[in-house]
């Protein structure tokens, strides 16, 4: 875990409240997860926390929510590399971390996992009911990164793949990829199969998007899911076969935070940066922090914010 304590030193102002309900009617509505909640005229005071998934996109946008949240004038520090889903939204539960980075569509499989949700509208509409009480979400950014089905040229060519739907005539002879849990996941083998009716002639479990790509490259595998704002899929030119089927649901970034420990400005701040953040600009991110001239999260988060007017 690595801890920066923040430059800044203003005390938080007025509470989360009222806003945040007001930002989550604009998302789509659903039961209010702060109805009910505590004192709402209490103000919260002190440090906002900004945690982070143990992944570099996660970092990244971590380090852009405690840049805005400093240029807005609140006191932050950041928490990054916390670990999986379940161990973040622990940390946020138990007071750990005040807000962290997450994905729309999966923390909502995460809290519910009977969840038929795919758009983004969708998601939006059943997350805020969906969530446990004392956490909430805050405005969801455009920039998504999705699981996707990826191929080389050569594969696309040889199979004549355009889309997942063209896997289905091949399928048993088509070694897939991915991560564990893909074998796990509605969206994985078993949404391969419901929405295409692809049953791939083998899976092969890999942890590491920079080994799933480079397995795909050699050959090892034949189809790899590989999110969509991976900079290896430009680079290597590589071919994101569609989903007319919406086997994937959208993942659109948002704050995930707790319900009572937010100062207003913080909310507004998290909700200003949410309206600029494009998944072009992840792209970008994920690319500024990869390869041999790689920089820092931080280092690459700061320039996106110098650039975006912070």
Do not use: H
């Amino acid at each position: 875990m690595i801890t920066a304590p923040a430059s800044l030193r203003r005390s938080a102002g007025p509470a989360l409240g009222a806003a945040l309900l007001l930002g989550l009617t604009a998302c789509g509505g659903g039961d209010d997860p702060l109805a009910g909640g505590g004192d709402s005229s209490a103000a919260p005071s002190g440090t906002v926390t900004v945690g982070s998934a143990n992944f570099p996109e996660s970092e990244i946008v971590a380090e852009l929510y405690a840049g805005a949240l400093e240029s807005a004038g609140v006191e932050t520090e950041t928490s990054l590399g916390i670990g999986a889903r379940e161990a973040y939204v622990g940390a946020v539960q138990d007071g750990s971390v005040d807000v962290v980075p997450d994905y729309s569509g999966n923390l909502l499989l995460f809290v519910d996992p009977e969840a038929t949700a795919s758009s983004a509208e969708e998601i939006m509409d059943a997350l805020p009911g969906a969530l446990p009480e004392g956490l909430a979400v805050l405005e969801p950014a455009e920039a998504q990164n999705k699981d996707a089905m990826v191929v080389t040229p050569g594969t696309a060519e040889q199979y004549g793949l355009t889309s997942i739907a063209d896997m289905a005539e091949v399928c048993d002879r088509l070694v897939v990829a991915g991560p564990p849990e893909f074998a796990e996941r509605a969206y994985g083998l078993q949404g391969l199969e419901e929405n295409y009716g692809c049953v791939p002639r083998s899976f092969e479990p890999i942890n590491g998007g920079p080994v799933t790509v480079q397995a795909l490259l050699d050959g090892d595998v034949d189809v790899a899911d590989i999110f969509t704002t991976t900079p290896a899929i430009a680079d290597n030119d590589l071919v994101v076969l569609e989903d007319p089927e919406n086997n994937f649901i959208a993942q659109q970034v948002l704050p995930l935070a707790a319900a009572d420990r937010l100062p207003q400005e913080a909310v507004d701040a998290l909700n200003e940066l949410s309206g600029k953040l494009t998944t072009e600009d992840l792209l970008d991110l994920n690319r500024k922090v990869s390869g041999e001239s790689a920089v820092s999260p931080a280092d690459a988060a700061q320039e996106w914010l110098s650039a975006n007017g912070y």
